[in-house]
Nanobody, 124 residues
C-alpha cells in the first residue's frame, strides 16, 4: 500500500509559478514510476507529466511541455511538479499517482495509487 499526499496548490495570477509536492509513504518509493494528472471542472481527468523510478526519464503532455517540470527526490520520498508561466487553462485539481512499474506511463489506468488532489487556480 502507498499513501500519497499532495501539497502546494493555491491561487496564482497568469504568468506566475507554483511548485506542487507529493509525499509518499508505505512501500519503497523508488520502486514506482510517478505521474501527475489534473481535472478541470466539467472535464475528464487528463495526463500532465510522468517520471521513471530513477528520475532519468520524463514525459509531458503537449499542453504543458516547456512550462512544467517533473522531478523526484527518492531520499525524501517526494515527487514535484514545478509549474511556470501558468495560464487560466491550467486551473484544475492536480493529482499525484504511483504505478507499480519503474517506467513512465501517460495512461491513468496503469496507476495503482492516487492522492486526494490539490487545487490550482490561475486568474487572468
Amino acid at each position: 500500500q502507498v499513501t500519497l499526499v499532495e501539497s502546494g496548490g493555491g491561487l496564482v495570477q497568469a504568468g506566475g509559478s507554483l511548485r506542487l509536492s507529493c509525499a509518499a509513504s508505505g512501500r519503497t518509493f523508488s520502486s514506482f514510476a510517478m505521474g501527475w494528472f489534473r481535472q478541470a471542472p466539467g472535464k475528464e481527468r487528463e495526463f500532465v507529466a510522468t517520471i521513471d523510478w530513477s528520475g532519468s526519464s520524463t514525459y509531458y503532455a503537449d499542453s504543458v511541455k516547456g512550462r512544467f517540470t517533473i522531478s523526484r527526490d527518492n531520499a525524501k520520498n517526494t515527487v514535484y511538479l514545478q509549474m511556470n508561466t501558468l495560464e487560466p487553462g491550467d486551473t484544475a485539481v492536480y493529482y499525484c499517482a504511483a504505478r507499480g512499474f519503474r517506467t513512465t506511463s501517460s495512461y491513468m489506468s496503469s496507476y495503482n495509487y492516487w492522492g486526494q488532489g490539490t487545487q490550482v487556480t490561475v486568474s487572468s
